[in-house]
């Protein structure tokens, strides 16, 4: 079993809409989530980090985090064709606080259709 | 503009041969990573250091050499024993490796001759 798992998609949405991307993670003690957006070709860019169970809303970004059900979520409101990149999940296993563990997913491809 | 240096973009390797891709960061980090990916992977951590003149291994150091002689530069060798050099390497670094996101450069692309 993969440690941190995402669905490779592509996963198609229309303008406008509400994007949702999740990810679920094998490590139940499990403290620090990310989520990178990569364009194709370029290098990851940070765009939300949570430590605590819920919602944190960053501008068109909310990242959800659900510690019992082992998933952490990304919405995307109102989505542009910006928008579109592979959106990589990271995870730091619990019993670590080093971010020398973090544990990627591969990512999923989001398309933002007009 | 503070960030994270890398170069060059493209990098191609002969076979036999050592090559070196470097990273500079002026962001006065301490922690500074490799991370190599592979298409439609996720990243796995070559090596890392916390300080000046530390480094450790991380999952697949096996082929890769690196040095961190100063705060700001943590160059990455790739040598001749890594086999299947061809991936997009990634150096990153944060403030420190306790908990902290991690900011990236821009990436080498290394391929072989």
């Known amino acids: 079993q993969k440690e941190v798992e995402q669905n490779s998609g592509p996963l198609s949405v229309p303008e406008g809409a509400i994007a949702s991307l999740n990810c679920t993670y094998s490590?139940?003690?499990?403290?620090?989530f990310f989520w990178y957006r990569q364009y194709s070709g370029k290098s990851p860019e940070l765009i939300m980090f949570i430590y605590s169970n819920g919602d944190k809303e960053d501008g068109r970004f909310t990242a959800q985090l659900n510690k019992a059900s082992q998933y952490v979520s990304l919405l995307i409101r109102d989505s542009q064709p910006s928008d579109s990149a592979t959106y990589l999940c990271?995870?730091?296993?619990?019993?670590?606080?080093?971010?020398?563990?973090?544990?990627f997913g591969s990512g999923t491809r989001l398309s933002i259709r007009p | 503009d503070g960030g994270i240096t890398q170069s060059p973009k493209y990098l191609f390797r002969k076979e036999g041969q050592n090559v070196t891709l470097s990273c500079e960061q002026n962001l006065n980090h301490d922690a500074m990573y490799w991370y190599r990916q592979d298409p439609g992977q996720g990243l796995r951590l070559i090596y890392y250091s916390q300080i000046v003149n530390d480094f450790q291994k991380g999952d697949i150091a096996e082929g890769y050499s690196v040095s961190r002689e100063k705060k700001e530069s943590f160059p990455l060798t790739v040598t001749s024993a890594q086999k299947n050099p061809t991936a997009f390497y990634l150096c990153?670094?944060?403030?420190?490796?306790?908990?902290?996101?991690?900011?990236f450069g821009d990436g080498t692309r290394l391929s072989i001759l």
């Open positions: 490590d139940r003690g499990s403290q620090s």
């Open positions: 990153a670094s944060s403030v420190d490796t306790q908990l902290r996101p991690q900011h």
């Open positions: 990271a995870v730091i296993p619990g019993g670590y606080s080093s971010a020398s563990k973090i544990i």
